[in-house]
């Protein structure tokens, strides 16, 4: 299985009703992506300097699925999205490996 983990900062202006958008959008393509397992997107609450603004935890059966979430017309929608309402953004992809038992 592959995780697939963003961290977003989101600009002030508007900030709240951004994240709300974003999370409203993301949350929407469950189901609407094949290879698509799962999605959570959470909005931060730690005040920290170096936390980010919201995050989305994806999983996906294969690298193969990851990519193509990536270029999927729907995911593309909310990336333009993100794009104007963010400063930056943090990825990291892993697979997970289960032993067969």
Known sequence: MVVHIVMFKFK????????????ERLEKLEGKIDGLKSMEVGINFNESERAMDLSLYSTFE????????????????????????????????????YPVE
């Open 12 to 23: 002030e202006e508007n900030k709240v009703l951004n994240m709300a958008k974003v999370q």
């Open 62 to 97: 294969t690298q193969e699925d990851l990519k193509t979430y990536a270029v999927h017309e729907e995911h593309l929608k909310v990336v333009e999205l993100i794009k104007e309402v963010t400063l930056e953004s943090k990825v990291v992809d892993y697979m997970l490996d």
